[in-house]
């Protein structure tokens, strides 16, 4: 686990590494972050360095070495679920994240359709990154998945980020935390004050906390967390193994799937 600078979370951890979507743009581009950092691990390891979703099981162990609660960023370095990561793998690192109470370990997803609807340890948020490409359609595939995960995961949330895009509407029904933030690098773009004021205005009167990143330069400070049940945050319900291998899966119809880039 690594300390990081992302503002919602104290440590990154990346017992998977890897991502067989490699998000791009027209021209082919990969514009990747996670796949651009991992070319620095050419001299140690090969499936990182040419971003091929694997495990790194030696990182199993380091949530249990942190005490003091955090908030942990749950494969910064890739896609927790990519289609081409073994659901044991996803069903041992579960069993971490449900061992280690201590600790809120936060998911965030390009690829909610592979989401397995199981019941997740409540220490586990789940979201879902947009950054403003979509189209009606995708809305609505996309809405209806989360509606699907309401009972299964207890903090639901979306990081709209960069916000290129203020048509989002209506969808705060869905999430229990929204996120928005700018874009960083050559192509810097902070969403306007009035998009901003608008999300703030509806997590307001909806009652949902907002953490709104620097990089957007609006002008007041809202960094606010879902309020979560503390010692043992709900986690009474049973002490087993959670399982996907053979677990059906109730997928939309991956054609009304647009999500990103
Ligand atoms: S889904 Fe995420 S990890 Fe995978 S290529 Fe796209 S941005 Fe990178
Ligand atoms: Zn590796």
Not at 9 to 22: A, E, H, L, M, Q
């Amino acid at each position: 686990m690594n300390p990081t600078k992302i503002e919602w979370c104290d440590y990154t951890w990346n017992p998977i590494v890897g991502c067989s979507k490699k998000c791009h743009d027209e021209n082919g581009k990969i514009w990747c972050y996670a796949y651009w950092q991992a070319k620095r691990m050419k001299q140690k390891c090969n499936k990182c360095y040419n971003f091929i979703p694997h495990i790194h099981r030696e990182r199993l162990i380091e949530p249990y070495k942190k005490k003091k609660p955090a908030k942990i960023f749950l494969c910064s370095m890739g896609e927790f679920f990519d289609k081409k990561v073994d659901p044991s793998w996803q069903e041992d690192i579960l069993e971490v994240i449900y061992d280690n109470k201590q600790h809120t370990f936060i998911s965030l997803t390009k690829q909610p359709q592979n989401i397995p609807i199981i019941d997740y340890p409540k220490n586990m948020w789940i979201g879902v990154s947009l950054n403003g490409k979509y189209d009606d359609i995708s809305f609505n595939s996309w809405c209806r998945f989360f509606d699907d995960l309401k009972d299964k995961v207890s903090i639901r949330f979306v990081s709209l980020e960069p916000y290129l895009n203020k048509k989002y509407d209506g969808f705060l029904r869905y999430f229990d935390w929204v996120i928005v933030g700018g874009l960083t690098g050559h192509k810097k773009f902070s969403p306007p004050k009035e998009w901003i004021d608008e999300i703030v205005k509806s997590c307001d009167i909806n009652k949902k906390p907002l953490f709104i990143k620097d990089n957007c330069n609006y002008p007041i400070v809202k960094r606010q967390f879902p309020k979560v049940i503390k010692n043992g945050q709900n986690n009474s319900i049973r002490e087993r193994r959670f399982f996907i291998t053979n677990k059906k899966m109730d997928k939309p119809d991956q054609k009304t799937w647009n999500i990103g880039p």
